[in-house]
């Protein structure tokens, strides 16, 4: 079984940071990839930014310069963390963010996707 968990959503002001993490946990053979997602009310889910095994990285237009995912190496029982610092936060980036995996497991491929962590930035 796989998972992924994320923390560190919450209140923020305009011009404010926060930082996400999505650790993922169980039987991996390996990540392909993981990305952030966001989903805002009345609107459709999108891609926020993206890193591959090899670490490139891409971003939405709308968080360039502002936000910036990371990986770090397992530790315990986390297979690899995932970090999304988000700077200079802006009212727009208000939704509901979701982690997701491409994750190879001893028996199958998955797509796997977090619970999502609400991030509200106040004006």
């Known amino acids: 079984q796989v998972q992924l968990v994320e923390s560190g959503g919450g209140l923020v002001q305009t011009g404010g940071s926060l930082r996400l993490s999505c650790a993922a946990s169980?039987?991996?053979?390996?990540?392909?990839?993981m990305g952030w997602y966001r989903q805002a009310p009345g609107k459709q889910r999108e891609l926020v930014a993206r890193i591959t095994s090899g670490g490139s990285t891409n971003y939405a237009d709308s968080v360039k310069g502002r936000f910036t995912i990371s990986r770090d190496h397992a530790k315990n029982t986390v297979y690899l963390q995932m970090n999304l610092q988000m700077n200079s936060l802006k009212p727009e980036d208000t939704a509901v963010y979701y982690c997701?995996?491409?994750?190879?497991?001893?028996?199958?491929?998955?797509?796997?996707w977090g619970q999502g962590t609400l991030v509200t930035v106040s004006s």
């Open positions: 169980g039987s991996i053979d390996s990540i392909n990839a």
């Open positions: 997701n995996a491409d994750v190879r497991t001893p028996d199958r491929y998955l797509d796997i």
